[in-house]
């Protein structure tokens, strides 16, 4: 592996090659953060394809489909689980590191939706797989933790593509241009860590007047996104998770500081992952502090990361493919069940025989729910509208400091990709338009004054949770703050439990009491916060005789598969 930038030995640039070269940089660091986001439903997708049920709070009898770290359960599932897993987190760290180095020479990312359907063989950024000797039947594609699946992976974070197709993907800087001037951008770059090599390349191009392109693009005080080393206690992240490596480029920093901190951070990327040679020990100071994390992190999560993480992507993909006939899936498992009544209420329950008769009773519902075959497909939409207005979450962090990146919401996303496989479906990511909040947006099922009680989902906007900004002034918060009530929470960010509302979501703490149009609603801990949300929407349009004689609707089965946060 190359590591750390060269200087070009080529002539200097002049003025007139200024505006190629920082039009091919920017479309380089594009494609970084392209192909950082291209990982992650992917990995994500296979990731919570293994069977899997947790419990939804240490008090419920109830269990939802998939799993969590856990260092402690020596079963194949769980250690293919707690690879990918840190593979996973990890690649939204590499996420952050580009997007951050976007922004230092003053262009900010974008997060397009991608069509994992249109891919065929062809890695983004990489190149053809039916280039490179044996790998030519992959398909480049979603799909369960399986042989084609766990040969992409490996693919894509192979370290030596050059072996494996002649070197000829390799592309050299800079880049000729076309007669209009442009850069002429390589096809394919072989490797995700060629693709940072040529990065490198380019911040390093010096000009007749003694300046590299680093120095003439460098942003000062530029917007710089951190989900990992910040400090916050209201937060509850105290802590740096990597005390040895800058995540960010400090507001004060020179150029040339700034351009020794960006080498630090791509160097993080290649030796993590992209880049690292097989069977090659992680440097200690990619690696995530295991004690710090336990501050801010579940224990399970910061041992499973900080374990894992001493290991490169590539030689991480290789252990799950050797235990690859051991694992479970949820096809393998559905594959076994009956058609059309693969779930019983006992699967769903963590001691069927201790349930009350309303435990049992919901339990069944839910099984027949989950056993429809039309609910897949319903959850998978979901799935894909909340990714989509995530990813304009996202976007956002990076043009507005005071946007912060929706982690949280990130990872509310795997307990639906978990139910679509569940219930028979696959995850598709299809990219959608992100809706438009309206003024009378509700989060869900019935709540729309002009057809209360009908509606499937009303004309919310779907999403995850807190921090994605897309849950202003439509409601259904399970996270109230004081003061506030499903529909009334006042700005992004004051949510909890997304949208559609599940139907088991309920209230974590307890508010004052709330005069909604002269009645006083209150959020109680414990209370159900749909129960609560058709009450406070009956209140606010009593005087619409349509909402007033409504039925609180039954709930669709969207609304019962769809995990409490």
Request: hydrophobic share 40%; charged share 15%.
């Amino acid at each position: 592996m190359q590591k750390g930038s060269t200087m070009s030995s080529k002539p200097t640039h002049n003025a007139q090659q200024f505006p190629a070269d920082r039009s091919a940089l920017h479309q380089l660091l594009q494609l970084a953060v392209e192909v950082e986001l291209f990982t992650i439903p992917l990995y994500m997708s296979s990731l919570y394809s293994i069977r899997g049920m947790y419990p939804s709070s240490s008090t419920s009898q109830n269990l939802w489909p998939g799993i969590k770290p856990n260092p402690n359960v020596s079963s194949p599932n769980q250690y293919a689980y707690n690879a990918i897993f840190s593979v996973y987190i990890q690649e939204m760290l590499h996420l952050q590191l580009a997007s951050n180095l976007c922004t230092a020479v003053g262009f900010t990312p974008k997060f397009p939706a991608l069509d994992y359907t249109s891919f065929g063989s062809s890695i983004p950024c990489i190149g053809d797989l039916k280039t490179v000797k044996g790998y030519e039947d992959v398909q480049v594609k979603l799909g369960p933790l399986d042989r084609n699946q766990i040969k992409l992976f490996l693919a894509i974070e192979m370290p030596d593509w050059e072996a494996n197709n002649d070197g000829h993907l390799r592309p050299a800087t800079p880049f000729p241009t076309d007669a209009g001037g442009k850069p002429v951008m390589p096809a394919a770059f072989g490797s995700i860590g060629h693709l940072y090599h040529c990065i490198e390349q380019y911040f390093d191009i010096m000009y007749d007047d003694k300046m590299s392109l680093w120095e003439k693009l460098f942003t000062p005080n530029s917007v710089q996104v951190d989900m990992f080393n910040f400090k916050s206690a209201s937060a509850q992240h105290p802590t740096r998770e990597y005390p040895l490596f800058p995540v960010t480029i400090p507001s004060d920093a020179t150029a040339k500081q700034a351009r020794k901190t960006a080498q630090e951070m791509i160097t993080a990327i290649l030796d993590q992952g992209e880049g690292a040679q097989a069977n090659s020990e992680v440097p200690n100071r990619f690696v995530p502090a295991e004690k710090r994390m336990e501050k801010d992190e579940t224990k399970s999560n910061a041992i499973v990361r900080a374990q894992w993480d001493k290991q490169s992507h590539y030689d991480r993909f290789a252990l799950v493919a050797s235990w690859l006939d051991m694992i479970e899936t949820w096809p393998n498992w559905l594959a076994t069940r009956p058609a059309n009544a693969a779930w019983t209420a006992d699967d769903l329950l963590l001691e069927p025989q201790e349930a009350t008769p309303a435990e049992l009773a919901a339990a069944q519902a839910r099984a027949d729910a989950m056993n429809n075959p039309a609910t897949a497909a319903e959850i998978d939409n979901a799935l894909s509208h909340s990714y989509c207005n995530l990813l304009s979450a996202i976007e956002s962090s990076w043009s507005n400091a005071k946007i912060s990146f929706p982690a949280a919401a990130m990872q509310a996303l795997s307990t639906r990709v978990a139910t679509v496989w569940a219930t028979g479906g696959a995850p598709s990511f299809t990219p959608v338009t992100p809706n438009v909040i309206g003024s009378n947006a509700h989060a869900c099922q019935g709540l729309d004054p002009n057809s209360p009680g009908a509606n499937s989902c009303a004309n919310a906007v779907i999403h995850t949770c807190a921090g994605s900004n897309s849950c202003a002034n439509q409601g259904g918060c399970g996270y109230p703050p004081a003061e506030s009530l499903p529909d009334f929470n006042s700005a992004a960010g004051n949510g909890g439990c997304g949208a559609p509302i599940p139907d088991a979501q309920i209230f974590h703490g307890t508010n004052p009491p709330v005069s909604v149009d002269g009645n006083q609603i209150s959020a109680t801990n414990g209370q159900s916060v749909y129960d609560t949300a058709w009450q406070v929407f009956q209140a606010r349009f009593a005087s619409n005789p349509a909402v007033k004689n409504a039925q609180k609707p039954v709930p669709n089965n969207l609304r019962i598969v769809l995990p409490p946060s």
